[in-house]
């Protein structure tokens, strides 16, 4: 079972933080200490002794269980070196398998709409599990270790990558199409507005990551690949520079030399 190891790591963390021993457990249940330490060695414990150390402190099943995940949640990828996205970058094959994993996509789904045979998967999901992206379970299933607020590094391999895409294909478009919306604002900020309306963007993003990890239990047919490009910077018209006189800071800095 695949979520034995981390359900009696659990349960080990939480003896330690009772402060109780084998020793205890093993009067607990009226066995051997070696008895005790087999059990968690070779995690041969049944629902019923499961139960019984928990309730030896005062707890459930499912208080255990919410500790593991949260255990998980807290210890969870939040980003890769430059060198591993380097890597993926560097394998369209490879990237492409990673963006359907990180979308919850399974080995079936990759198989039946792209180019790629069986062992070409799992040679790149056993990457991704080298990686600690995923952890590749028995039966080639697949089990997302990304945190929420997983990201790609600020100017790196992937974000590069995605850039340059982005910049030949993303807005080769009218945006007249019903899933399609384009809005462009300009206007003059204080530096104090534009903080607020990037934190807003932030929390426009997580949402956007939330209807994701949502939607991602529905089947693949009734989700679409979906990209939304948030993004704000000092900027002015290049339309009007034939128009525009010199810096006046800049002016000012000639006539000191």
């Excluded at 359900?7 to 008895?35: C, F, M, P, W």
């Excluded at 490879?94 to 979308?103: A, H, Q």
């Excluded at 294909?169 to 809005?183: K, M, Q």
């Excluded at 128009?243 to 002016?251: A, P, Q, V, Y």
Aim: hydrophobic share 40%.
């Amino acid at each position: 079972m695949a979520q034995t190891q981390p359900l009696i790591d659990a349960l080990k963390r939480t003896l330690k933080a009772h402060g109780l021993t084998y020793a205890d457990v093993a009067d607990y249940l009226q066995l051997s200490e070696a008895n005790v330490k087999r059990l968690f060695s070779k995690r041969t414990f049944t629902l019923e002794r499961l139960d019984q150390v928990c309730q030896m402190m005062g707890m459930e099943i499912s208080d255990l269980v919410q500790e593991m995940n949260e255990w998980a949640g807290a210890h969870a990828i939040t980003g890769l070196t430059l060198e591993q996205e380097a890597e993926i970058a560097g394998n369209l094959e490879l990237l492409l398998v990673t963006v359907c994993i990180l979308n919850r996509w399974t080995l079936e789904e990759i198989m039946a709409r792209f180019h790629l045979s069986e062992s070409q998967c799992i040679q790149h999901l056993a990457k991704l599990d080298r990686l600690k992206l995923i952890e590749l379970l028995p039966k080639n299933r697949v089990k997302v270790l990304v945190a929420r607020n997983f990201k790609w590094q600020e100017n790196g391999p992937i974000q590069r990558f995605f850039q340059e895409k982005i910049e030949a294909e993303f807005f080769a478009s009218r945006f007249d199409h019903p899933t399609e919306h384009l809005i462009v604002v300009n206007g003059m900020l204080a530096e104090s507005s534009n903080v607020v309306f990037q934190r807003k963007m932030e929390h426009l993003a997580r949402e956007f990551d939330e209807l994701n990890d949502d939607d991602a239990k529905l089947p693949l047919d009734e989700r679409v690949g979906t990209t939304a490009v948030i993004a704000m910077r000092p900027w002015s018209y290049g339309l009007f520079d034939s128009l525009r006189k010199e810096d006046l800071s800049i002016k000012k800095t000639k006539r000191k030399k």
